[in-house]
């Protein structure tokens, strides 16, 4: 399985970057997608899940509200709509698949295959 994150760039405050993960190979129905971030100088986080057959989503609390996780299996693609963004959403965002179990989503240890990342900036 292979990973192709895009979408990112430089937007102001308060704008919207919707963010694209192409996936090449085949991808069980339990599988979890995930999108997590990495700013500068911090650790990587977690920022939403969705099971691949769309049955759970999850988000972080801080996203909850401005970001929309979403797929579609006829392209092999999952999608992460970020609205009202702030400087503090700029960070290398990466996609990741997983096919561990629900209760282990947020840990990004469990996702096996990443992406390489697509960077989002934020200017005030």
């Known amino acids: 399985v292979q990973l192709q994150a895009s979408g990112g760039g430089l937007v102001l405050a308060g704008g919207s970057l919707r963010l694209s993960c192409g996936i090449s190979?085949?991808?069980?129905?339990?599988?979890?997608m995930g999108w997590f971030r990495q700013a500068p100088g911090k650790e990587r986080e977690f920022v939403s899940v969705?099971?691949?057959?769309?049955?759970?989503?999850d988000y972080s609390d801080s996203m909850q509200g401005r970001f929309t996780i979403s797929r579609d299996k006829s392209k092999n693609t999952v999608y992460l709509q970020m609205n009202s963004l702030n400087p503090e959403d700029t960070a290398v965002y990466y996609c990741?698949?997983?096919?561990?179990?629900?209760?282990?989503?947020?840990?990004?240890?469990?996702?096996?295959?990443w992406g390489q990342g697509t960077l989002v900036t934020v200017s005030s």
């Open positions: 969705i099971r691949w057959d769309g049955s759970h989503i």
């Open positions: 990741a698949a997983s096919p561990s179990i629900w209760g282990a989503r947020t840990r990004s240890d469990v996702y096996r295959y």
């Open positions: 190979g085949p991808i069980a129905s339990n599988y979890l």
